[in-house]
C-alpha cells in the first residue's frame, strides 16, 4: 500500500467518526420496536423483536403479549447475527446449506449464529450500525417483519 491509499483510509475512517452515526441509538431503537410492533399485530403475530449496536449487543428487545418463549433468544441471536456477518439472515440460510460456502456457520460463535429469516443489518452511509431481529411467526413472517423494520429505519432516519 502506498502514503496515498493510507491517506484516503485514515480520511475515511476519521470522516465516518467525526460526520456519521457509528450505532443505532436507544431512541432509534425504540422507534422502530414500536413500528414493528404495530405492523406484527395488523398481521396477527406476538413476536419479539430485538435491536442490537454496530458490536452485536442489545439496545432493547421487546416481548409482545403472548409470544413464545424461545422466541426472545432466537431474535436476540437473529440480530447479533445480521451485525456479526452484515448480512440478512434469510441470505445466511442459502450459503449455510450442505455444499454452501458457509455450511456449518451455525456451529461457530458458541451457537449464536441463526440461519433462517428474520434478522436484517441496519446500514447507515455504507456502514452497518446496528441488526434488528424478529421471532415469534413463520420464517416467512418474520423475514418480512425484519425487512419492514429495516425499511423504517432507512424512511424515518434517512439512511442509505
Known sequence: MDEQQIKQ??????????DKQTSITLEQAKYLIEQTEKRAKEVGVNAVIAVCNAGGNPV???????????SYDIAVQK????????????????????G????????????????????????????VIGGFGVSGGTEEQDTALAEYGKQIAKEAFSWQ
Request: glycine share 12%; charged share 15%.
Open 9 to 18: 483510509i485514515v480520511e475515511s475512517v476519521v470522516g465516518r467518526i467525526e
Open 60 to 70: 432493547a428487545v421487546h416481548c409482545m403479549d403472548d409470544s413464545y418463549l424461545a
Open 79 to 98: 440480530a447479533y447475527t445480521a451485525v456479526a456477518l452484515q448480512m440478512p439472515t434469510i441470505q445466511l440460510k442459502k450459503l449455510s446449506q450442505p
Open 100 to 127: 454452501g460456502s458457509l455450511y456449518g456457520i451455525q456451529n461457530t460463535n458458541q451457537g449464536r449464529i441463526v440461519i433462517f429469516g428474520g434478522g436484517e443489518p441496519l446500514v447507515h452511509s455504507g456502514w
